[in-house]
């Protein structure tokens, strides 16, 4: 009996989005870490170090919207295709 390619496709969407949730974990917590060392001392940062909160605060949210899409239950019919 052989496996058709539907199932092939079925089971890498499935491991793609595994790979989208870890990688979505890994930026928030390593975005979040950082942004927590510096966000109290905002005021008194340089124009480079607000720069580089901004730059983490946005991995923060890149790795959220890859959490959402990594955890987002498939359709039966998106499955099934």
């Known amino acids: 009996m052989q ?7 079925a089971s890498y969407f499935l491991s793609m989005k595994k790979i ?5 974990l890994f930026l928030t917590l ?8 510096y966000v109290f ?5 340089s124009a480079y170090g607000k720069g580089y909160l901004w730059g ?5 949210v ?7 899409f ?8 998106q499955a099934a295709e």
């Open 56 to 60: 983490k605060l946005l991995l923060l």
């Open 3 to 9: 496996c058709s390619f539907h199932d092939y496709t």
């Open 41 to 45: 001392d905002y005021e008194i940062l």
């Open 30 to 37: 390593i975005s979040l870490f950082s942004v927590l060392q």
């Open 62 to 68: 890149l790795g959220i919207v890859l959490i959402y």
């Open 20 to 24: 989208l949730f870890y990688l979505g």
């Open 70 to 77: 990594g955890r987002r239950k498939t359709s039966e019919k």
